[in-house]
C-alpha cells in the first residue's frame, strides 16, 4: 500500500477560506504523478496541465482533478491553466527537443512565468537539479539551471528547489544504480565515481515540494535538497549490494573511460537509454553535495528525520517485489524518440505505409484474449520466438535505442502513454483496443496493433496488425531486410495471444 509522505504537514488556505487551487505541469512524469497524490491528502484543488488528456485515464487520481489540455509553449494555454491559481508546480522539461533543447527550456520557461505573473499567481515551486561548486555545466544543468533563473526573475516569488540523485522505485537514477550494481560483480567503471555525492529519496522530495506551497510569499531562492548521508558514487553501489544482500562488488575505477564510453556501457548495462544516461553520467562528472540546507528552517523534517540512503534503497526495492511502483522515469517520454500517433488514411494520401496483417479465430473469450494482450512484453515477452525479440531489443542497445530494458510497470496492465520496453503505449479501450508506438532506432515511424472482436458464433478474431511508415530509401531497405523475420515473429505473437486451437481468419 502507498504510503502518504506529507500528511503532517500545514496546508495553504485560499482568501475564500478553501484549500488552495494549484496546478502541475509534468503530470505524467515521475515526480508529477506522485505529488499530484500528496497534494490530493490536503484536499487542494489541483489542476493539471497535460498534452493529451487520455494519458491520464489510468491514473487513481484522474477523477479528483481538473485538467486543462494543450502545449504548455502555447500562451494561451498558459493563461487558461493558470486562471484562478494560487500554486504553481514547474515541472516541465524539453527533452525531447532533438536540437538545441537549452533554447527550448528558456522559452518554455520564459512564457509560463509571463502568464503566472499575468494570472496573479501567488507562488511558483519548481524542481531543479543540483549544481556543483565547478562553474563547468552539462548543457543539461545550465539549462534548469537557467530556468530557475527565468521563473525567480518574473516577479512571481519562486522556490526553486535543487535535487541530486533521487532514490525511489523507478526513478531513472535507482534503475541505473540498481542494474549496474546486480548485474555486474565486478566493473570497471570512470574515476568521477570516487566524486562524493548526497541522494535524496523520492518522500523526501515530495515533502519539501508540498511543504513549498506555505512558505512565506517573500522568500524568492534557490534551496538545495539531499538526505542526510554524503558519499562517492562507489561507496553506494556497495551500501546498495549491502541492502540487496549482494556480495560486495569489485570496482575498478578507470581514468580512460571518458563521459561518452560511460554513457555508452550504461545504455547497454541498465535500462536506461544512452540519450539520457548521458545527461545522468554529465550530472555525476563533478561533486554534487548541497552546498546549505536552509530549507529545513522552513520545512521541518517528517516524524523520524530525512530518509537515511539504505532506507530509501530498502522501501524503493520493496514497492518494486511489492509491483507497487506508482511512476517510472519512462512514463515521460524518452529523449530523442518521436511521438507522432498513428495518422489516419487520409493524411497518408501518396505516401508508403507498410502493413503486416494477422488475424486468427479463437474458441477463448474475448476477455481472456485481452488478458494476454494487455500482458505483453516484459517478462511475459511477446512470442515462441524469444530470441528473435531480444536481439531485436541488443541491435536497438547498440545504436543508442532504448532496447527491451524498460520493461514494464506492472506484469498484467497497462497504462496509456507509458512506456512498454521499446514501445510506448499510445491507445487502449478494453477489451477492443491495444496500440503501441515504436520508440526503437528506426528509418521512419512504427506501430503494432491488436484489435479483438467477439464473433456471431461465439468465437473471438484477434487481429494484429503492424504498420512501417518509411523515411526515405533507407527505411524502404529496412522493411526489405527485415521482412523475412515477420514471418517467424509475427505469427507465433498472434497464435500465442488468441490461444490453443486458434485458426487462421477467412481471407487473412
Same mark, same amino acid.
Given at each position: 500500500?502507498?504510503?502518504?509522505?506529507?500528511?503532517?504537514?500545514?496546508?495553504?488556505?485560499?482568501?475564500?477560506?478553501?484549500?488552495?487551487?494549484?496546478? %502541475?505541469?509534468?503530470?505524467?512524469?515521475?515526480?508529477?504523478?506522485?505529488?499530484?497524490?500528496?497534494?490530493? %491528502?490536503?484536499?487542494? /484543488?489541483?489542476?493539471?496541465?497535460?498534452?493529451?488528456?487520455?494519458? @491520464?485515464?489510468?491514473?487513481?487520481? *484522474?477523477?479528483?482533478?481538473?485538467?486543462?489540455?494543450?502545449?504548455?509553449?502555447?500562451?494561451?494555454?498558459?493563461?487558461?491553466? @493558470?486562471?484562478?491559481?494560487?500554486?504553481?508546480?514547474? @515541472?516541465?522539461?524539453?527533452?525531447?527537443?532533438?536540437?538545441?533543447?537549452?533554447?527550448?527550456?528558456?522559452?518554455?520557461? $520564459?512564457?509560463?512565468?509571463?502568464?503566472?505573473?499575468?494570472?496573479?499567481?501567488?507562488?511558483?515551486?519548481?524542481?531543479?537539479?543540483?549544481?556543483?561548486?565547478?562553474?563547468?555545466?552539462?548543457?543539461?544543468?545550465?539549462?534548469?539551471?537557467?530556468?530557475?533563473?527565468?521563473?525567480?526573475?518574473?516577479?512571481?516569488?519562486?522556490?526553486?528547489?535543487?535535487?541530486?540523485?533521487?532514490?525511489?522505485?523507478?526513478?531513472?537514477?535507482?534503475?541505473?544504480?540498481?542494474?549496474?550494481?546486480?548485474?555486474l560483480p565486478i566493473m570497471v567503471t570512470p574515476k568521477w565515481l570516487k566524486n562524493r555525492i548526497q541522494p535524496i529519496a523520492i518522500r523526501d522530495v515530495l515533502r519539501y515540494l508540498v511543504g513549498s506551497a506555505t512558505i512565506d510569499k517573500s522568500v524568492n531562492r534557490v534551496f538545495d535538497i539531499a538526505g542526510p548521508d554524503v558519499f562517492t558514487y562507489m561507496e553506494m553501489m556497495q551500501q546498495y549490494a549491502e541492502v540487496a544482500g549482494l556480495r560486495r562488488r569489485i570496482i575498478i575505477p578507470l581514468p580512460v573511460l571518458t563521459p561518452r564510453l560511460a554513457s555508452g556501457w550504461i545504455g547497454l548495462v541498465t535500462p536506461?537509454?544512452?540519450?539520457?544516461?548521458?545527461?545522468?553520467?554529465?550530472?555525476?562528472?563533478?561533486?554534487?553535495?548541497?552546498?546549505?540546507?536552509?530549507?529545513?528552517?522552513?520545512?521541518?523534517?517528517?516524524?523520524?528525520? /530525512?530518509?537515511?540512503?539504505?532506507?530509501? *534503497?530498502?522501501?524503493?526495492? $520493496?514497492?518494486?517485489?511489492?509491483?507497487? %511502483?506508482? $511512476?517510472?522515469?519512462?512514463?515521460?517520454?524518452?529523449?530523442?524518440?518521436?511521438?507522432?500517433?498513428?495518422?489516419?488514411?487520409?493524411?497518408?494520401?501518396?505516401?508508403?505505409?507498410? %502493413?503486416?496483417?494477422?488475424?486468427? *479465430?479463437?474458441?477463448?473469450?474475448?476477455?481472456?484474449?485481452?488478458?494476454?494482450?494487455?500482458?505483453?512484453?516484459?517478462?511475459?515477452?511477446?512470442?515462441?520466438? $524469444?530470441?528473435?525479440?531480444?536481439?531485436?531489443?541488443?541491435?536497438?542497445?547498440?545504436?543508442?535505442?532504448?532496447?527491451?530494458?524498460?520493461?514494464?510497470?506492472?506484469?498484467?496492465?497497462?497504462?496509456?502513454?507509458?512506456?512498454?520496453?521499446?514501445?510506448?503505449?499510445?491507445?487502449?479501450?478494453?477489451?477492443? @483496443?491495444?496500440?503501441?508506438?515504436?520508440?526503437?532506432?528506426?528509418?521512419?515511424?512504427?506501430?503494432?496493433?491488436?484489435?479483438?472482436?467477439?464473433?456471431?458464433?461465439?468465437?473471438?478474431?484477434?487481429?494484429? /496488425?503492424?504498420?512501417?511508415?518509411?523515411?526515405?530509401?533507407?527505411?524502404?531497405?529496412?522493411?526489405?531486410?527485415?521482412?523475412?523475420?515477420?514471418?517467424?515473429?509475427?505469427?507465433?505473437?498472434?497464435?500465442?495471444?488468441?490461444?490453443?486451437?486458434?485458426?487462421?481468419?477467412?481471407?487473412?
Amino acid at each position: 500500500m502507498i504510503e502518504n509522505v506529507t500528511a503532517d504537514l500545514p496546508e495553504l488556505l485560499a482568501e475564500d477560506g478553501k484549500p488552495a487551487r494549484i496546478l %502541475v505541469t509534468g503530470a505524467t512524469g515521475y515526480i508529477g504523478g506522485r505529488l499530484i497524490r500528496e497534494l490530493l %491528502v490536503h484536499n487542494y /484543488r489541483v489542476r493539471v496541465l497535460v498534452r493529451n488528456a487520455d494519458k @491520464l485515464r489510468d491514473y487513481p487520481w *484522474v477523477h479528483q482533478v481538473e485538467i486543462t489540455e494543450g502545449d504548455a509553449a502555447d500562451p494561451a494555454v498558459l493563461n487558461r491553466a @493558470l486562471s484562478g491559481v494560487h500554486i504553481a508546480y514547474y @515541472l516541465l522539461h524539453a527533452l525531447n527537443s532533438p536540437k538545441n533543447f537549452e533554447a527550448e527550456e528558456a522559452d518554455l520557461a $520564459t512564457k509560463f512565468a509571463k502568464a503566472a505573473k499575468v494570472n496573479q499567481v501567488q507562488r511558483i515551486i519548481y524542481l531543479g537539479g543540483m549544481t556543483s561548486s565547478n562553474d563547468e555545466l552539462s548543457p543539461h544543468m545550465a539549462a534548469r539551471t537557467e530556468t530557475g533563473e527565468i521563473l525567480r526573475g518574473s516577479g512571481v516569488p519562486t522556490i526553486e528547489l535543487r535535487a541530486g540523485v533521487v532514490i525511489g522505485s523507478g526513478s531513472a537514477s535507482f534503475e541505473m544504480l540498481r542494474h549496474l550494481t546486480e548485474r555486474l560483480p565486478i566493473m570497471v567503471t570512470p574515476k568521477w565515481l570516487k566524486n562524493r555525492i548526497q541522494p535524496i529519496a523520492i518522500r523526501d522530495v515530495l515533502r519539501y515540494l508540498v511543504g513549498s506551497a506555505t512558505i512565506d510569499k517573500s522568500v524568492n531562492r534557490v534551496f538545495d535538497i539531499a538526505g542526510p548521508d554524503v558519499f562517492t558514487y562507489m561507496e553506494m553501489m556497495q551500501q546498495y549490494a549491502e541492502v540487496a544482500g549482494l556480495r560486495r562488488r569489485i570496482i575498478i575505477p578507470l581514468p580512460v573511460l571518458t563521459p561518452r564510453l560511460a554513457s555508452g556501457w550504461i545504455g547497454l548495462v541498465t535500462p536506461v537509454p544512452v540519450t539520457l544516461a548521458k545527461r545522468l553520467v554529465a550530472s555525476l562528472k563533478h561533486e554534487v553535495v548541497a552546498k546549505e540546507d536552509d530549507i529545513r528552517a522552513y520545512i521541518p523534517d517528517a516524524p523520524g528525520g /530525512r530518509t537515511t540512503f539504505k532506507k530509501a *534503497v530498502e522501501l524503493a526495492l $520493496t514497492r518494486v517485489k511489492d509491483l507497487e %511502483v506508482e $511512476t517510472r522515469w519512462s512514463n515521460a517520454t524518452t529523449p530523442g524518440t518521436h511521438s507522432e500517433p498513428l495518422p489516419t488514411d487520409p493524411d497518408w494520401a501518396g505516401g508508403s505505409l507498410y %502493413v503486416d496483417l494477422r488475424q486468427y *479465430v479463437s474458441d477463448d473469450s474475448q476477455e481472456e484474449i485481452w488478458k494476454r494482450i494487455e500482458a505483453i512484453g516484459g517478462d511475459n515477452g511477446y512470442s515462441t520466438a $524469444t530470441w528473435a525479440w531480444e536481439l531485436r531489443g541488443l541491435m536497438d542497445r547498440f545504436v543508442g535505442g532504448v532496447g527491451l530494458r524498460r520493461g514494464r510497470r506492472d506484469p498484467n496492465t497497462l497504462m496509456e502513454g507509458e512506456a512498454l520496453d521499446f514501445w510506448r503505449v499510445e491507445k487502449i479501450e478494453r477489451p477492443n @483496443l491495444l496500440r503501441l508506438r515504436a520508440e526503437m532506432k528506426l528509418p521512419g515511424l512504427a506501430w503494432l496493433e491488436f484489435r479483438t472482436f467477439k464473433l456471431p458464433n461465439g468465437k473471438t478474431l484477434l487481429v494484429q /496488425r503492424a504498420f512501417f511508415h518509411p523515411k526515405g530509401l533507407f527505411g524502404h531497405a529496412y522493411w526489405a531486410a527485415v521482412f523475412p523475420m515477420h514471418g517467424i515473429v509475427f505469427p507465433s505473437m498472434a497464435k500465442k495471444l488468441a490461444g490453443k486451437g486458434c485458426k487462421k481468419a477467412p481471407n487473412s
